[in-house]
């Protein structure tokens, strides 16, 4: 009877339906005439390219309203581009998403588990437990606010001393990729927790921003909101929100970003125009040369990606970040084969200017600077369902191992 009434309680909390009818389709176009038509949908109300994918022969995942599918069907069919529907009913996907997280066990103050996706506040609270568990090694800070006043969290795992060299890791800049910051926490558990690690701390040292955009990661998490919200939460004209990701000052609005504030991509008035941008360069700076190597990750698509956003040219070390990105992408395959394609970002990917990739290598001086798009849910919607979490994190863990071991046998 009990759980009867849990589950009715459920229910009517969620009955809310931001995505009734959605549909997401699989498209692969073939040819460059296929794409050009596919990515003329971007920027339509109504359209959502889910995946990172926009190349030919790259299946793209992308989200499309009812107003819209009459003409977005038409148009692939038109074209001959192939197509399937991947998930019939968006709405569906989310509310049993949503199910799963209620009834979910409450999890202990301070405590954190791999089998669900947590609040901002869970994971602050799991931060600041380790700092009291593990103060000889974790130190945790605030590297400054967000648009809403909430504090953006960073652990510091060091076993002390001068001179190391330091690896920044940030995650869930785009606030629907839920998988990003619990692949993080699981970093953070198992460099602090797990003993079998300890030799990972004691010649680097670690600096983990777990959730880079708070207010957009945590309002996903509302019953009553966009599961599917990408950007900040600033308030707009027209529109809220700018895309974080092509907000930061190199080459800032060039390419592959808007500057109509209701899009998906826009990139904001002005460079560094989100405080949550400003305080990730703010750290930069602060840590100077200390910091070899730049992590920033993301979902989903499989994608391991290096610099320039802006261009199609290459960085003058693109050998070095090529050649350790095959090895950690060989880590990672060899868990559970999960395939990685690797290039910089506008040749395997789109071009898109002003992303944190970037500016970190160009201006923040930090050379080794990556971008991972993590694997999505397929069918099961916009993130692997929470049981998927430790597997994804946990391969992902074996390719920070070679990372780790680059960064402390080179500097």
Known sequence: MMKTIIVLACLAALATANFSNHKVYRVNPSNKEQLDVVRAFEGIKGVDFWSKARAVN???????????????TDTLKQNSIAHNVLINDVETVVQREKMEKMMSPRVEAGKINFEQYHTY????????????????????RSIGGTYEDREMVMIKISTGGSNKPAILIDAGIHAREWIAPATALYFIHELVENKDNRHMIENVDWYIIPVLNPDGYEYTHSSTSNRFWRKTTTKGQRCDGVDANRNFDFHWMEIGASDYECDETYAGPEGFSESETRNLKNLVESLGSQTKLYLTFHSYGQYLLYPWGYTSALPEDVQTLDDLAHDVADAIYAVDRTDYTIGSSTN??????????DWVKAVGGVALSYTIELPGGGWNGFD?????????????????????AYVEKNF
């Open 384 to 404: 692997p369902p929470a049981s998927a979490i430790k597997g994804v994190a946990t391969e992902t863990f074996e390719g920070l191992k070679v990372y780790h």
């Open 58 to 72: 790259k299946e793209m995942d992308i989200m499309v309203s009812p107003q819209i599918q009459m003409r977005f």
């Open 348 to 357: 395997v990917l789109y071009a898109a200017a002003g992303g944190s990739d």
């Open 121 to 140: 506040d869970t994971i602050v609270e799991y931060l600041i437990q380790l700092e009291s568990d593990h103060s000889d090694i974790v130190e945790v």
